[in-house]
């Protein structure tokens, strides 16, 4: 028995058990007492005829562009049939009930309200999304009380590795889906390859789990671009929250890199791209990740942002359906813009899926309180819905389902300023191309 994460309560209710035994009461066996204390992982004292689900995002703060779309799925989600009606488990019917919690971007706070689902909300699954300032700290704090997690938005590797994973071992309660560095590369170095350059690329990435994945010399993009023949020029490991990146441009310069790719948080990508341009630093082509990747990135850059390219792992252009509202991904994306006003985010696909994968794994099992086995279905889940087939048994690793993305540019819209465009689909043939790769910097 165990005192990691308990609160005060908690504890003294443990004491209270362990005085009854002391005071002469039938004596309880080893397990017997476990249970009393709530502490055998993968159980649960969570209320029998209602589920309970967890969801953590960063919906204020610097992250807080990939939560944009949260509160409106999660409004769609509780209005679909199983979720508004119950999970049917045999002939039994559980009421649901979604707990929301914002990390407010902080890995601490993430940590915290992790803790709280389990102690106070008693959570059976806990789903979360978007980096792994948010996704870690969460999956941590899930695996350590033995509670089933599902992650998104998030490259596997710096989730993986960054949490102490070990290669063909996966977690026991902990799973994801998203892609890779290879996913990466193969969304990236086909659009390198079609611009006429020296083949010079500057790499900058900050020293935080998403940066040091994609700089790693064995399995990320860094190693990628060099097997593609691409001649790398690191800018070097930066602090989250530099304002000054005159050295690391003119480093870039002086090695006459044409193309760019960085991998950092919002705030610093628009000072970065701002001194860049300053600075006269145009490469003919750059390609972000984790940055640009939702409308309102674009709006803090202006005209700055034309014509730059990321990755996108779901469009209005992905052919694929739910499985809780039968939408296509267009519909869902019109009634997105439809109630909302605003432009569509490809994070609400994601976050749809995690309750897709939500529903799938509950109605799977016999207990729902029985979170081996929840964790269980998640781990050998494969299943095709809004974010196309997700099989968490075909790896990398145990318990990763990845996804294919495609090449896009942010290019001049009509309905609004800038509309994603998808310029390439080299890495994900499923999706049709609709618009012309053209130079960042002609």
């Known amino acids: 028995m165990t005192g990691s994460g308990l609160s005060f309560a908690r504890r003294v209710t443990r004491r209270e058990v362990l005085k009854t035994i002391g005071s002469g009461a039938v004596m309880l066996g080893a397990a017997d007492l476990l249970a009393a204390c709530g502490e055998i992982k993968g159980s649960s004292t969570a209320t029998s005829g209602t589920i309970t689900i967890g969801y953590v995002s960063p919906q204020t703060g610097a992250l807080a562009g990939f939560a944009t779309g949260d509160n409106w799925v999660i409004s769609g989600i509780r209005q679909t049939d199983p979720y508004k009606n119950g999970f049917k ?81 996966g977690f026991n309660f902990t799973t ?117 990747l939702f409308p309102a990135d674009t709006e803090a850059l202006g005209d700055l942002v034309n014509n730059v390219a990321t990755d996108a792992w779901w469009t209005p252009f992905h052919p694929y359906h739910s499985t809780l509202t039968g939408q296509s991904c267009k519909q869902f994306s019109d009634s997105f813009e439809s109630a909302t006003g605003k432009q569509w985010v490809q994070s609400i696909g994601s976050v749809h899926s995690l309750f897709e994968i939500a529903h799938k794994a509950f109605a799977a099992v016999d207990d729902p309180h029985n979170r081996t086995q929840v964790a269980s279905q998640l781990k050998n889940m494969n299943y095709t819905g809004i974010s196309g087939t997700l099989d968490f048994t075909k790896g990398p690793m145990p318990g990763i389902a990845i996804q294919k993305p495609v090449g896009v540019q942010w290019q001049k819209g009509t309905k609004f300023p800038y509309s994603m465009k998808v310029v390439d689909n080299s890495a994900n043939k499923d999706v049709p191309t609709n618009g012309d790769l053209v130079p960042t910097n002609p």
């Open 89 to 169: 488990l045999g002939s039994k019917t559980y009421s649901v009930n979604i707990v929301v919690k914002d990390t407010q971007s902080n890995p601490d706070r993430a940590s915290q309200v992790a803790r709280e689902l389990i102690q106070s909300n008693k959570a059976d699954l806990i789903l979360t999304s978007s980096t792994p300032e948010t996704t870690n700290p969460v999956a941590d704090v899930c695996e350590a009380n033995g509670v089933p997690c599902v992650s998104t938005i998030v490259p596997w590797e710096a989730w993986f590795f960054a949490r102490g994973g070990k290669p063909g071992t």
């Open 176 to 292: 994801m889906f998203f892609f890779g560095m290879q996913q990466f590369g193969e969304c990236f170095i086909p659009m390198w390859n079609r611009m006429n350059t020296n083949k010079v690329v500057a790499f900058t990435y900050p020293n935080d789990a998403d940066g040091n994945a994609f700089r790693d010399n064995k399995t990320g993009l860094e190693f990628y671009s060099a097997q593609a023949g691409f001649h790398n020029i690191d800018g070097g490991a930066y602090t989250d929250g530099t304002t000054d990146y005159t050295n690391m441009i003119g480093n870039f310069k002086r090695a006459g890199a044409t193309l760019f790719t960085n991998a950092p948080i919002p705030p610093d990508f628009n000072t970065m791209w701002k001194q860049a341009a300053q600075q006269g630093f145009k490469p003919k082509l750059a390609t972000v990740a984790k940055v640009l």
